[in-house]
């Protein structure tokens, strides 16, 4: 149980372009996620945190006006890269709190190359 | 300001030894801590936790030690196994639906 579907896992997308990433929660209501961003051989550094319902809350230094994040519902969460640059390029996991149990599951994580 | 550190980028251990992954934090509001082994390009896998009220938590070959006044928690595996191989993550977080916080990881090598 306490599963998090996250969709594409691979994507290429030139310069310029949006990419939307999907994550799911499939057997459990997320109230939060999380999003990460993870550059090679560094840590997973914490982006944004998104509620359902209201507006996500950005990190330091993340422009909200670049990564769009939307919870509109209680099973799925997006993140949008829009006009991405190729320093965008990353691995972008997202992470949800499942409730009534102490604990974190994660996406499969989307690696993003931007060409 | 690194609030989780993991300060040995690599460890190389034998097949069958002991595994030993230290992770020392500065965030006295964290109660809650976890390791989490990842593979390139996917997402991490739970391993083990322990909460702040507790200093050992066992599960079969890992276990994890927390020495709240050192701020310091550690993950033995053994016997060390060659599947063991991979990136290795402490995280932590604060009471409440709050995020995690990750070290920068620790790659373990498991030689046969």
């Known amino acids: 149980g306490a599963v998090v579907s996250q969709h594409p896992s691979r994507v290429i997308c030139k310069s310029g372009t949006s990419v939307k990433i999907e994550c799911r929660s499939l057997?459990?209501?997320?109230?939060?996620m999380f999003w990460y961003r993870q550059f090679p051989k560094q840590s997973l550094m914490l982006m944004a945190t998104?509620?359902?319902?209201?507006?996500?809350?950005?990190e330091q230094g993340v422009e909200k006006d670049k990564f769009l994040i939307n919870h509109a519902s209680l099973t799925l969460s997006t993140l949008t890269v829009t006009s991405a640059h190729p320093e965008d390029s990353s691995f972008y996991i997202c992470?949800?709190?499942?409730?009534?149990?102490?604990?974190?599951?994660f996406g499969s994580g989307t690696r993003l190359t931007v060409v | 300001d690194q609030q989780v550190k993991q300060n040995s980028p690599s460890l190389s251990v034998q097949e069958g030894r002991i595994s030993i992954l230290n992770c020392d934090y500065t965030?006295?509001?964290?109660?809650?801590f976890l390791w989490y082994k990842k593979y390139p390009a996917e997402g991490p896998t739970f391993l083990i936790s322990?909460?702040?009220?507790?200093d050992k938590n066992e599960d079969g070959r890992f276990t994890v030690f927390l020495n709240k006044s050192a701020k310091h928690l550690s993950l033995h595996i053994v016997p060390s196994q060659p599947g063991d191989s991979a990136v290795y993550f402490c995280?932590?977080?604060?009471?409440?639906?709050?995020?995690?916080?990750f070290g920068k990881g620790t790659r373990l090598s498991v030689i046969a």
């Open positions: 995280a932590a977080s604060a009471p409440g639906n709050t995020p995690l916080v």
């Open positions: 965030n006295s509001m964290f109660d809650y």
């Open positions: 057997d459990f209501q997320a109230t939060t």
């Open positions: 998104s509620n359902e319902g209201s507006k996500a809350t950005y």
């Open positions: 992470s949800a709190v499942v409730p009534k149990r102490y604990g974190y599951t």
């Open positions: 322990i909460s702040s009220i507790k």
